[in-house]
Nanobody, 127 residues
Framework: QGQLVESGGGLVQAGGSLRLSCAVS????????VGWFRQRLGKEREFVAA????????DYEDSVKGRFTISRDNTKKTVYLQMNSLKPEDTAVYFC????????????????????WGQGIQVTVSS
């Protein structure tokens, strides 16, 4: 199964930036598509972004397009989520998740498609 560990969260003012990291261990990382999800207080977990196993394909939820960028470093077995122009409505617990996939498969955006999850990290954006 392996392990995913998120880092880089915290408190930031609206308009600021944060970079989340997701360190993956115990998995054949180069075979994994990786997604970021978030869960706001009282809401269901929602898709934020995903990246293919070779980093060439990405997908974003509409509200974060142009503000968030997902990337990966396969040598470091780490996926990043650069978050710019943060808004109070971005406040949530952010999770990364991984699944073994073939290179030509569509990027999964449904949480149920992912096999392994991190513990989550809090991001708070103050107004």
């Amino acid at each position: 199964q392996g392990q995913l560990v998120e880092s880089g969260g915290g408190l930031v003012q609206a308009g600021g930036s944060l970079r989340l990291s997701c360190a993956v261990s115990g998995r054949t990382f180069y075979r994994d598509a990786v997604g970021w999800f978030r869960q706001r207080l009282g809401k269901e977990r929602e898709f934020v972004a995903a990246i293919s196993r070779n980093g060439q394909n990405t997908d974003y939820e509409d509200s974060v397009k142009g503000r968030f960028t997902i990337s990966r470093d396969n040598t470091k077995k780490t996926v990043y989520l650069q978050m710019n122009s943060l808004k109070p409505e971005d406040t949530a617990v952010y999770f990364c998740a991984a699944r073994d996939t073939i290179l030509t498969a569509p990027l999964p955006t449904d949480a149920s498609a992912y096999a392994v999850w991190g513990q989550g990290i809090q991001v708070t954006v103050s107004s």
